[in-house]
């Protein structure tokens, strides 16, 4: 079992950084992918950022050149870097990692851009 513990979300201005984080414990022996999604109110659950275990990473078109995702390894913990927040920005986000072909959700940390 794998459990994850996202932090970092808050209030921010347009223009303004924010840095998630996801702390993930349990049985871990290695994290095969891990990704951010985020899902605005009335919205379906749409990816942001991912990672996979070789380090290769992708992103939405939407926060590309923006948003960073990064991992720490010894603390089994991912991040995702926002710059330049925008307020379509503004939603739940979640991480998810896949740990032996089986994927973990966290519980989500609100993230709000205003003015």
């Known amino acids: 079992q794998v459990r994850l513990v996202e932090s970092g979300g808050g209030l921010v201005q347009p223009g303004g950084s924010l840095r998630l984080s996801c702390a993930a414990s349990g049985s871990i022996p290695s994290i095969d992918v891990m990704d951010w999604y985020r899902q605005a109110p009335g919205k379906q659950r749409e990816f942001v950022a991912g990672m996979i275990a070789k380090g290769i990473t992708n992103y939405a078109d939407s926060v590309k050149g923006r948003f960073t995702i990064s991992r720490d390894n010894a603390k089994n913990t991912i991040y995702l870097q926002m710059n330049n927040l925008k307020f379509e920005d503004t939603a739940a986000y979640y991480c998810?990692?896949?740990?032996?072909?089986?994927?973990?959700w966290g519980q989500g940390t609100q993230v709000t851009v205003s003015s």
């Open positions: 998810r990692v896949v740990v032996a072909g089986v994927a973990y």
